[in-house]
């Protein structure tokens, strides 16, 4: 894995920062089926400055790409993530239910077979990191995990284990680190800060609850992640977030006016289903 680090620090050293990043939610999931490669493939094509994912630990220890703790709302499949092993999921179809972009409708589960695997087969991390790996360029990534869960602390761990293989937990010096990891859950991100320390981490919220309504995050956290609701209704938010030192990456930002929006308040990422039309909107293409 040592010249998978070393290209991805290749890769990393050529960008100047824009003032807003577009983060593809999921890859570019208005065009093809969430968490599958060819969801991805096309975010990198369309220019994303970053990609969004969803991880969760199989039975056999194995990080897959997925949002749902059970597999029944984007697979022809039945069960929860953390009680299925990497064949299981391999077997299922994650993705003809979608048609591709252009398509109004979806190909026929008839023709399974001849079905693009980009689009339909679970998509483990270890994959999505290889993809970055070998993009030519700078591409960052926010990784999501998802609590709570079976496997707990075991998550963070072999997460790390696994950002660790591909030189990914301590960035060069004087380099932004091209991972971060985010979560719904402070003790997550607590997990991550205590053996990666160097592993920048967000704290996502779904509602301004009275912990964070001033601006301050968990210990160690600096990068706020507030839902687009948040934003809309408290948008004086971002400026006391900004004046306790936070960053400020908000989701899932698809509508024109809510870009617009973060734009003016100057947030740093907007996270989007569709980072072709956002990019276009903010001049990128």
């Avoid at 010249?3 to 999921?26: E, I, Y």
């Avoid at 380099?175 to 991550?192: C, D, N, Q, T």
Wanted: glycine share 6%.
């Amino acid at each position: 894995m040592r010249d998978c680090a070393r290209q991805w620090h290749h890769n990393a050293v050529t960008p100047a920062r824009h003032s807003l990043d577009v983060v593809a939610h999921r890859g570019a999931s208005d065009d093809a089926p969430e968490h599958t490669l060819a969801a991805y493939r096309k975010a990198i094509e369309d220019g994303a400055d970053a990609l969004e994912c969803d991880v969760r630990l199989t039975a056999d220890g194995h990080l897959v790409c997925v949002h749902d703790r059970r597999v029944n709302r984007t697979s022809n499949g039945r069960g929860a993530v953390s009680t299925l092993e990497l064949a299981d999921l391999a077997a299922l179809d994650f993705g003809s239910w979608k048609a591709p972009a252009g398509e109004t409708e979806a190909p026929d589960r008839d023709m399974e077979d001849a079905a693009d695997p980009d689009r339909t087969s679970v998509l483990t991390l270890e994959r999505l990191l290889e993809l970055v790996v070998d993009s030519g360029r700078r591409i960052e990534l926010a990784i999501e995990t998802k609590h709570p869960t079976r496997w707990a602390g075991r998550v963070e761990e072999s997460l790390l284990a696994l950002l660790t293989r591909f030189g990914l937990t301590e960035p060069p010096p004087d380099e932004p680190s091209a991972v971060r990891v985010m979560s719904f859950s402070a003790r997550s991100l607590h997990r991550v800060q205590a053996a990666a320390p160097l592993l920048p981490t967000v704290y996502l919220m779904q509602f301004l609850s009275p912990r964070v309504r001033d601006g301050r995050l968990p210990q160690g956290v600096r990068i706020a992640g507030p839902s687009i609701r948040i934003v809309r209704n408290h948008p004086e938010y971002v400026a006391r977030l900004h004046r306790a030192g936070n960053a400020v990456h908000v989701w899932t930002v698809n509508e024109p006016e809510d870009v617009e929006l973060c734009a003016r308040l100057g947030v740093e990422a907007v996270i989007t289903n569709r980072p072709r039309a956002v990019l276009t909107q903010l001049g990128r293409r």
